[in-house]
């Protein structure tokens, strides 16, 4: 297995541990509010119902459901060893929660004129992933 040491001395890329039930019942239909009452501190299901809300044109609920999402990922991220910045790379599938739950908040404070924290948050995604702000956005 290679090692890829970061020559510039940045932080290695976090890589939250996996959490395979709400994924596996995501991807087979069940209702999101169910896995997130099932799974509280799942950022995916969070993120799930934050994409929903937006697209059936909710936009303070998918505001809600997304930082809820994002604050449950950034726990996740503590948990893991991250210290606040540094590398959260898509291509970790457990990660894609909470990145995608950073994105749908980045949307939906842009939807209401919060144009400060989808700036904020624009930012973070690409300096977290570049993956995931190309494939989300």
């Not at 449950?72 to 457990?94: C, I, N, S």
Request: with cysteine.
């Amino acid at each position: 297995m290679a090692i890829h040491k970061d020559l510039l001395g940045g932080p290695p890329p976090t890589h939250l541990p996996d959490d395979p039930e709400p994924r596996e019942l995501l991807a087979t239909g069940a209702a999101p509010t169910d896995v997130a009452a099932k799974y509280p501190a799942s950022s995916l299901a969070w993120a799930q119902l934050a994409d929903e809300a937006f697209e059936n044109g909710r936009v303070i609920e998918s505001y809600a459901y997304a930082r809820t999402g994002y604050h449950r990922g950034l726990d996740a991220l503590r948990r893991a060893g991250w210290k606040g910045h540094g590398p959260v790379p898509w291509d970790h599938e457990p990660n894609r929660g909470f990145l995608r739950a950073l994105h749908a908040l980045a949307r939906a404070a842009q939807s209401i004129g919060e144009q400060e924290e989808y700036e904020r948050c624009s930012t973070f995604l690409r300096d977290s992933s570049p993956a995931a702000a190309d494939t989300l956005g």
